[in-house]
């Protein structure tokens, strides 16, 4: 039996979605562990930094996978499911932590570099692919 080879449509696709899922569980994994357990940085801003960065990289990474995977959302479409759902995902992350973890709060500041970060990631995506695709 032969098997069915791959486009490089579809290898980048599945390599996509690996990164965007491997982003969403370091996000997880860093905003639900108690605050005693993260280092300490002495860097003014640094957590508001660190929440702009990694929700930049989470919208990048989903917005990558859902234009490679056409079947899902077109690329307009994909822009903005893959922002908005990064800015609500990093909501429940707020709420999770204030619920969930004793040493670590709901702060609306972390939700608005979220939000930046997120509309970044996207901004830096449509630059991206308008130069990958031409």
């Given at each position: 039996?032969?098997?069915?080879?791959?486009?490089l449509?579809?290898?980048?696709?599945?390599?996509f979605?690996?990164?965007a899922?491997?982003?969403?569980?370091?996000i997880?994994?860093?905003?639900?562990?108690?605050?005693?357990?993260?280092p300490?940085?002495n860097?003014?801003?640094?957590?508001?930094?660190?929440?702009?960065?990694?929700?930049?990289?989470?919208?990048?990474?989903?917005?990558?996978?859902?234009?490679?995977?056409?079947?899902?959302?077109s690329?307009?479409?994909?822009?903005?499911?893959?922002?908005?759902?990064a800015?609500?995902?990093?909501?429940i992350?707020?709420?999770?932590?204030h619920?969930?973890?004793?040493?670590?709060?709901?702060?609306l500041?972390?939700?608005?570099?979220?939000?930046?970060?997120?509309?970044?990631?996207i901004?830096?995506?449509?630059?991206?692919?308008?130069?990958?695709?031409?």
């Open positions: 039996m032969h098997k069915r080879t791959k486009t449509s579809e290898l980048s696709s599945n390599g979605l690996w990164s899922l491997v982003c969403t569980l370091a997880a994994v860093l905003s639900l562990v108690p605050g005693k357990d993260l300490k940085i860097i003014s801003f640094f957590d508001k930094i660190g929440h702009f960065v990694a929700y930049a990289a989470l919208s990048f990474s989903w917005g990558l996978f859902f234009i490679f995977e056409r079947s899902i959302f690329t307009r479409n994909a822009y903005i499911v893959a922002s908005v759902s800015i609500i995902y990093g909501a992350m707020e709420f999770l932590q619920f969930l973890v004793q040493s670590r709060t709901f702060d500041y972390d939700i608005l570099a979220n939000s930046l970060g997120a509309a970044i990631g901004g830096v995506l449509k630059i991206y692919y308008s130069i990958v695709k031409n």
